[in-house]
């Protein structure tokens, strides 16, 4: 459910999914499996993109028409990013 302000003094309820982002799909095209919302993953964090070589392990917190993911790592960190990235530890 997403609280929606008109103009600054009334507020709505919305169920129709976030308004910048769309509705959220079933499910997203994983590294191995089709992602869904809830679902345990790991993504490396890789030398080219500044990390270090390790997997880091999370849940995937919200999906994305354009086939991307939000992942909650298990450490307090966040990364939105291609599922395609993400690999499924179910």
């Known amino acids: 459910q997403l609280n929606v302000f008109f103009d600054g003094s009334e507020s709505g309820n919305s169920t129709m999914g976030n308004l910048v982002s769309g509705?959220?799909?079933?499910?997203?095209?994983?590294?191995?499996?089709?992602?869904?919302?809830?679902?345990?993953?790991q993504t490396q964090y890789t030398l080219e993109e500044g990390g270090d070589g390790r997997?880091?392990?999370?849940?995937?917190?919200?999906?994305?028409?354009?086939?991307?993911?939000?992942?909650?790592?298990?450490?307090?960190?966040?990364?939105?990013?291609?599922?395609?990235?993400?690999w499924s530890l179910a």
């Open 23 to 41: 509705p959220e799909p079933p499910s997203v095209t994983g590294a191995n499996a089709h992602l869904t919302k809830g679902e345990r993953v």
């Open 55 to 86: 997997w880091y392990c999370g849940h995937v917190a919200r999906l994305y028409e354009n086939g991307n993911v939000k992942i909650k790592y298990d450490d307090g960190d966040q990364w939105k990013g291609p599922g395609i990235n993400v």
